[in-house]
Each structure stands twice: as C-alpha cells, then as structure tokens.
C-alpha cells in the first residue's frame, strides 16, 4: 500500500480515523484506522483499506478478510458498539452476483483474538434488534417480487457464535 500523498480527514465518536489517499498508480483509496479497545489499558488498531472495488481487514499482520466491495471502508464496515457489542462489526459485501449485499460479523474477544462468522443474509434489508446484552438479532425480510424469503438469524456474544433461526 504505496501512497504519495495521505491526509487525515475526521475523527469519529467511533474512534476512527479516515484518510484519503492516492497510490502511486495515481487511483484514490478510502483508507480508515479503528481502535480497539480490549482493556483500560489493552488497545489495538484495525486497518480498513480499500480501492475502488477491493476491501482489506488487517490487524496485527493477519489480513482478517479481502473482499470485492464498491462501498467506501466506513459504509461497509458497521460498529456494533452502539447496541452494546464492544469491538464488534457488521460487514457488508457487495458479491456482484445480482445480490446487493450479504453480511458477515467480525467480534474481537477480549484477548484480542478475532471472531469472522460465514457470508450470511438473504440480499434483503436488515433490521437489527439487541434481544438481552449477549444477544443480536438480525431479521431479513421477505421480498416476493424476488422470491426472497424471510431469514433470522441469531448473533451470541458470550459464545461468537452465528446461527440461523428456523
């Protein structure tokens, strides 16, 4: 990841920062650091880079996920913390194969070590309802024109685990 030029542009309530780029390729990249906080004196940093279509996840040397996505790293790349999911994200990707997006969830557990459930979602829209303070629910609904059907699924923080409710 070259870059002949770099400025930072904001600083979220998030913690995150947001940089413009430009590669020496001369194409613009959307870039953004995320702090993570693990303890009151544990932090780490997840780097969001991505181009025009192709979106990375880094932390600590490990690329997490690489993923085609006409989305900018903040769009895709949802915080959980709001509904009470500490260092916890919800993906969205762009498959551009006549789907608008799936999901996936990325938890970091407490011992900085990293959770990434499988692509899940029916292409439809989502609506998120926190169920107790372990628990997420994500409720697709049902689109008929598309023959689409509803879809349920159940995100457990205690146990990082994803399961799809029948």
Known sequence: MSCMTKEKKQVSAEKQILIDSVSTEGKRNKDSFILLNFTDKQTDTLLVHCTSQ??????????????????????????????????????????????PVVYQILAFKKDASYYISNIFGNCSEITLKRQNKTVLELDFLEEKGMTRKAAKYIYNQNNFLLTQKK
Request: with cysteine; net charge neutral; charged share 25%.
């Open 54 to 99: 192709e979106c990375v996840l880094l932390f600590k040397k490990d690329t997490i996920t690489k993923f085609w996505s006409f989305a900018s790293g903040t769009k895709m790349l949802r915080p959980l913390d709001s509904l009470g999911f500490k260092n916890t994200f919800l993906i969205e990707i762009y498959e551009g194969d006549g789907c």
